[in-house]
């Protein structure tokens, strides 16, 4: 069987890219094709092998027809200059809100997406990450001051202009805390250095990045306006056994069912997750229980069993 996926942005930091990239070790057996609408850059080309990456200006039936696939799974594709061919069967994998281009089957990465779609609750499939790649040697949680990261992709608009006040506040109530940002503007660096108080370190995005997830004791993300529909980031922090601290809001909330990790909505309640770490004991036994959490349900053999049900229902 062979799977051709299209993805409208050819970086495998964003989300799309990512779920694609999940798909093909879910379902290893199968051949992959991953198309992209936009230039692919060397380090998402590196980590797709062995499958095949190819670039089109559109997705079109001349396009998807020379691949011969047997299914056709679209992330986020658009209707404008977009069509079918209707020699596969086709999923519309919905990542956010938009028009879509029409397939056979439409899905939703999450029941906070789906309620604002207005789409049924049984078109829901839950994304499955990797387990990052663990450093040779991992710090021990737990053991020394507390390091709390951000890892994000590295859009202007996903780091907002009220970022610096807010890391701050939480640096001036915390200052046991080194705080480490993934995928940080330039721009943006000095003002968290400062709103640190120094006690900053920045990191390139980049696929291997995630190994930090390993060495941080909480992950924390929050944007005031920014809702995340799935947010595979808290997912993979917590099969590290990193804790999340996020926003109660969107994809992260249904997770938050699952994953013991922290919501928060206000400041306070921020500053007040990061104090319940103080207890290291504590601390590390939260760290095991999420990573279990999330093993059991995010997992990329999960993701595979998610799917294969759909596409054996499509089939029937």
Not at 173 to 192: N, R, S, Y
């Amino acid at each position: 069987m062979h799977v051709l996926q299209v993805c409208n942005v050819g970086s495998i930091v964003g989300g799309t890219a990512a779920c694609a990239w999940s798909l093909t070790r879910a379902w290893p057996q199968l051949r992959h094709t991953v198309a992209f609408l936009s230039p692919v850059d060397s380090m998402t080309r590196q980590v797709f092998q062995p499958h095949s990456v190819v670039t089109w200006p559109h997705c079109g039936t001349k396009q998807i027809q020379s691949q011969q696939p047997d299914l056709v799974i679209l992330h986020n594709v658009g209707q404008a200059g977009a069509s079918l061919w209707d020699g596969a069967c086709s999923i519309q994998y919905v990542h956010s809100v938009g028009t879509r281009l029409i397939a056979d089957q439409t899905l939703y990465c999450s029941d906070w997406l789906a309620r604002q779609c207005r789409a049924p609750e049984d078109s829901v499939v839950w994304q499955g990450v990797p387990v990052p790649v663990c450093p040779v040697t991992p710090r021990v949680r737990g053991s020394d001051r507390l390091r709390i990261g951000r890892i994000c992709t590295p859009s202007l608009r996903k780091w907002p202009d009220t970022l610096p006040a807010f890391y701050s506040h939480l640096a001036s109530q915390h200052p046991q805390v080194d705080w480490e940002f993934v995928g940080c503007p330039i721009a943006m660096k000095p003002l968290l250095l400062a709103a640190c108080r120094g006690q900053a370190t920045f990191y390139p995005s980049g696929w291997q990045a995630r190994s930090l997830l390993w060495d941080w004791d909480a992950l924390l993300y929050h944007h005031p306006s920014l809702t995340e529909s799935f947010g595979r980031t808290l997912a993979e922090a917590a099969r590290a056994g990193c804790v999340p601290i996020v926003d109660r809001r969107g994809g992260f909330s249904e997770q938050l069912d699952i994953i013991s990790g922290m919501g928060c909505r206000t400041l306070a309640e921020f500053s007040d997750s990061i104090s319940a770490f103080s207890d290291p004991e504590a601390r590390r036994r939260l760290s095991q229980l999420v990573q279990s959490q999330a093993n059991a349900t995010f997992s990329i053999e999960a993701f595979g069993r998610r799917m294969s049900l759909v596409v054996e229902r499509m089939a029937s």
